[in-house]
């Protein structure tokens, strides 16, 4: 993609309504633009880094046997009264008349619209389990919107419903989540850490939230340190065995986020050089909730026994929008953004020092095509800019590499070639660099 014919208004300042770094630069950045309080249009190449995210996420969520779909934003009021949430939910649902006077709301979640879809689809044990999923948007209007995509109004999230046969069924569909959500954040470079948490509206009994450590979260954290290195399940995890003894692992160490923190046990349970007192941000929670949806909204089964009986349900959550925030505060410098590979929107940033020499000019030509071959994806700075406002702008987006070619370099056959996170520069041959990257 050439720079010359994108959009990436990048700015200079810090816009001064954004307080926390990660607002601060994906607003620098040129990735996202608010447009509404809460309510943001997702520039070019923040809409491709929420692209990777989700990608990453789905591919967690297919590993783990789930199945997508998707559910629109607007929902009929007349489900949520079967639930009994309607008048519950209070003023954070939107609610909307259509032209005939019919009430919908924009959908701050899902669980009775795929309560109402699995009723009238499933209706044998043998379909189960089944862990639906879908990724889109909800609207929650929240009281404060702050923090840019951190808490937006709306944003987009990863929402996956299970349905059981029973309790103990469906506590294993916990688990695989609980182990995809493990898999999914440390492939974007993040350490989650699992934690119990209140279930609040949404209901049921058992609930973890997945909170990335950083200073600026919402969240007050109380952890043993040994959950910082527990090494994460590998994509060879097999999700049909018995996950009960790794998950033991994740949950046995002390981890409470400050709602429900035990300091006594805290004190009692973890020693003083193990104690980790943070601040973090919640990426991801999950729910098992029983039959507290399939009872209201009749969501049934026949069992082998030949009766009917409500399905057990749980509810799995991932804040994709609010990720890529999560993953600037836990992965920048003072430069900028440094992205992961995994989620990052171009792997390379190709900047052309002497745009119209002819020389520099083909070397980026051939760069740029062997590359994409490779099935590199280049951002190639083609803009006739001063050379240090290149270097600064790309070091603001945070592309994993940059490619320096320069007539100088030139005169001695190299280019500069520099990982933006560990600020390496290497002069290479073209053919040394196109290996470099492979
Ligand atoms: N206002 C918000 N802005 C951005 N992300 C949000 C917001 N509210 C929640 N999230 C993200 O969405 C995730 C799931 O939200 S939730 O309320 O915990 N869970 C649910 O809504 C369940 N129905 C999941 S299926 C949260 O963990 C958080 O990462």
């Known amino acids: 993609m050439r720079l010359s014919q994108y959009l990436l208004p990048t700015l200079k300042e810090n816009p001064a309504e954004?307080?926390?770094?990660?607002?601060?630069?994906?607003?620098?950045?040129?990735?996202?633009?608010?447009?509404?309080?809460?309510?943001?249009?997702?520039l070019p190449l923040g809409l491709r880094v929420l692209r990777n995210v989700e990608r990453v996420v789905?591919?967690?969520?297919?590993?783990?046997?789930?199945?997508?779909?998707?559910?629109?934003?607007?929902?009929?009021?007349?489900?949520?009264?079967?639930?009994?949430?309607?008048?519950?939910?209070?003023?954070?649902?939107?609610?909307?008349?259509?032209?005939?006077?019919?009430?919908?709301?924009?959908?701050?979640?899902?669980?009775?619209?795929?309560?109402?879809?699995?009723?009238?689809?499933?209706?044998?044990?043998?379909?189960?389990?089944?862990?639906?999923?879908?990724?889109?948007?909800?609207?929650?209007?929240?009281q404060r919107p702050r923090f840019g995509v951190m808490r937006g109004r709306e944003f987009l999230m990863k929402d996956a419903y299970s349905f059981d046969l029973d309790e103990?069924?469906?506590?294993?569909?916990?688990?695989?989540?609980?182990?995809?959500?493990?898999?999914?954040?440390?492939?974007?470079?993040?350490?989650?850490?699992?934690?119990?948490?209140e279930t609040g509206p949404i209901g049921g009994d058992l609930s973890h939230?997945?909170?990335?450590?950083?200073?600026?979260?919402?969240?007050a954290v109380y952890c043993d340190k040994a959950l910082l290195q527990l090494p994460v399940p590998g994509e060879d995890v097999d999700y049909a065995g018995d996950l009960s003894p790794l998950i033991a692992q994740w949950i046995a160490p002390y981890a409470a986020t400050g709602d429900v923190h035990d300091a006594a046990r805290f004190e009692r349970e973890v020693p003083d050089a193990q104690r980790v007192l943070a601040r973090g941000i919640e990426v991801g929670q999950i729910f098992y909730y029983g039959t507290k949806y399939s009872l209201p909204m009749k969501a049934h089964v026949t069992g082998p026994d030949g009766a009917e009986r409500p399905i057990h349900g749980g509810c799995y959550g991932v804040g994709v929008s609010?990720?890529?925030?999560?993953?600037?505060?836990?992965?920048?410098?003072?430069?900028?953004?440094?992205?992961?590979?995994?989620?990052?929107?171009?792997?390379?940033?190709?900047?052309?020092?002497?745009?119209?020499?002819?020389?520099?000019?083909?070397?980026?030509?051939?760069?740029?095509?062997?590359?994409?071959?490779?099935?590199?994806?280049?951002?190639?700075?083609?803009?006739?800019?001063?050379?240090?406002?290149?270097f600064a702008r790309m070091d603001l987006i945070g592309l994993p590499w940059q490619l320096i070619v320069g007539p100088r370099g030139l005169e001695t056959g190299t280019v500069e070639l520099k990982h933006r996170a560990s600020s390496e520069r290497r002069e290479l041959t073209a053919e040394a660099v196109l290996q470099a990257l492979a």
Not at 18 to 41: F, K, N, P, T, V
Not at 168 to 194: D, E, H, K, N, T
Not at 213 to 218: F, K, P, S
Request: proline share 4%.
């Open 209 to 219: 939230e997945f909170i990335v450590l950083a200073q600026t979260g919402e969240s």
């Open 322 to 390: 609010r990720l890529l925030g999560a993953i600037i505060e836990a992965s920048h410098d003072e430069h900028g953004i440094v992205w992961p590979e995994a989620v990052a929107p171009y792997r390379v940033g190709l900047v052309n020092l002497k745009v119209g020499d002819a020389r520099t000019d083909a070397i980026c030509a051939m760069l740029k095509d062997q590359l994409a071959q490779a099935g590199t994806e280049v951002l190639y700075d083609d803009t006739d800019e001063r050379p240090g406002a290149k």
């Open 168 to 197: 103990a069924a469906a506590r294993r569909s916990y688990q695989r989540m609980f182990v995809a959500y493990l898999r999914m954040f440390a492939r974007m470079g993040l350490r989650a850490i699992p934690m119990r948490a």
């Open 18 to 42: 954004a307080q926390i770094a990660s607002h601060r630069l994906m607003l620098r950045a040129g990735l996202i633009r608010q447009e509404a309080a809460g309510i943001y249009a997702w």
């Open 58 to 142: 789905r591919e967690e969520m297919d590993r783990a046997g789930a199945v997508e779909l998707l559910m629109p934003t607007l929902q009929l009021a007349e489900l949520w009264r079967e639930s009994g949430r309607y008048d519950a939910y209070g003023p954070e649902m939107l609610r909307i008349r259509d032209r005939h006077e019919r009430e919908l709301l924009y959908g701050p979640t899902n669980e009775e619209m795929v309560a109402e879809i699995f009723r009238a689809c499933v209706h044998s044990w043998r379909n189960l389990p089944m862990t639906l999923y879908q990724v889109q948007w909800k609207f929650r209007d929240e």
